[in-house]
């Protein structure tokens, strides 16, 4: 788990972690915080709680991360109209201002918000449920995260990145690296990786 700073594009902090989690997380920023670090804004690829979990320091939700989300719920080729629509909405996320995506994310939802409210009986428990669900999964997961979304815009004075590329930049070089020495022992891996975030 990787801490970086946007501006120096340098690697602050890391630990090894078998998995992560909101309580990591918090503890890496007071950590950062305890050693002088002056922590202007948060980007990061939404994990549960991470939006409350750190007072007023502004928080960005990775706009490529919220494309994927998105994907996953539609698939990259949606076979409804508002899947289709929905999609082509999502893809101006990162090409586009606030006011816009909302905009465009407002008119989707009055327009197809029948749509989404169709229900389906199951034949065999008489239970109704969702006719589209994975439709407004994606929507809601939008509009849960809107407010996080442009932070970046809000705050023009941080100069904030909209995504986490700069990390996942790093990531992505690391794991090609390591690939090219797949047969490391776990303790000469991690030392790999210590020297390569230094």
Partial sequence: ???????????????????????????????????????????????????????????????????????????????????????????????????????AINDWYVKWKDFLSEKTINNETGKKHYTHKRIRSAYKSLKHNLPYLFTWYDHPELNMPNTTNSLEGVFSNLKSKLNVHSGLKVKRKMKFIYEFLC
């Fill in 1 to 103: 788990m990787v801490f970086r700073d946007h501006y120096q594009k340098k690697n602050v902090y890391w630990q090894y972690v078998k998995h992560e989690n909101l309580e990591l997380y918090v503890y890496g920023i007071n950590h950062l915080k305890a050693m002088g670090w002056n922590i202007q804004g948060i980007v990061c690829d939404g994990k549960r709680g991470m939006f409350n979990a750190f007072g007023n320091i502004p928080i960005q939700m990775c706009q490529f991360h919220q494309i994927a989300i998105v994907t996953r719920y539609i698939t990259k080729n949606p076979h409804l109209l508002a899947g289709i629509e929905l999609k082509q909405i999502t893809q101006l996320l990162t090409k586009t201002d606030k006011e816009s995506f909302e905009g």
